[in-house]
């Protein structure tokens, strides 16, 4: 970023894994201060010895997570790259039907409630569950039509993903260095 942009408009979070020897950086993911399209993920990058590690799935899901902490779902900075649209396609979904798998109709989901849940952008999550045939319009507006075979054969397949542990994730948000405030 530094060769082209100014990084004073950027947060950077490292993730690193812990071993014996100390820590390694993995990678990192780079998200804007201010983002009028409420982009939570600018840049990402898993370093070439920690790919297909599930380290990229681990850096989205910290992304959502940090967007749940501050109570603004999100989404990545788009135009994505064939793989970014891969990854997050892949990881929309996981989320998606693991979510919806611990919920019955009676629960009566809406949306937006998946979106307050989960940090995902209502507009990834209506195209996502668009890709899967679960979204019926009905008087104008998107509702879900859960598909249990769907949700079945997924949860079937015993995807294992490395998620980030919101219980684990210790973060106050960004503090102004000027007033002590939060930004």
């Known amino acids: ?5 100014d990084v004073d408009p950027f947060y950077f979070y490292v993730v690193a894994e812990v071993d014996e020897e100390g820590a390694h950086i993995v990678g990192y993911f780079s998200k804007e201060k201010v983002s009028a399209e409420e982009y939570n993920l600018a840049c990402i990058l898993t370093f070439p010895q920690y790919q297909k590690c599930g380290y990229g799935k681990f ?3 910290l992304s959502y997570e940090l967007s749940k902490r501050e109570g603004k779902p999100g989404s990545p900075e788009k135009p994505l790259s064939d793989l970014g649209k891969i990854s997050y396609r892949s990881y929309w979904t996981h989320i998606l039907l693991t979510l919806l798998s611990k919920h019955t109709e009676k629960d009566n989901l809406q949306i937006r409630d998946i979106s307050e849940m989960t ?8 195209s996502t569950l668009q890709s899967l045939g679960m979204i019926k319009v009905y008087k104008g507006q998107h509702a879900v039509f859960v598909k249990q075979d769907i949700i079945k054969k997924y949860l079937d397949q015993k995807k294992e993903m490395r998620l980030c542990n919101s219980d684990c994730l210790v973060w106050t948000g960004p503090i102004n260095s000027d007033s002590g405030r939060k930004d």
């Open 1 to 5: 970023k530094t060769l082209y942009y």
């Open 59 to 61: 850096i989205i899901s």
């Open 119 to 126: 940090g995902i952008k209502t507009e990834d999550i209506i």
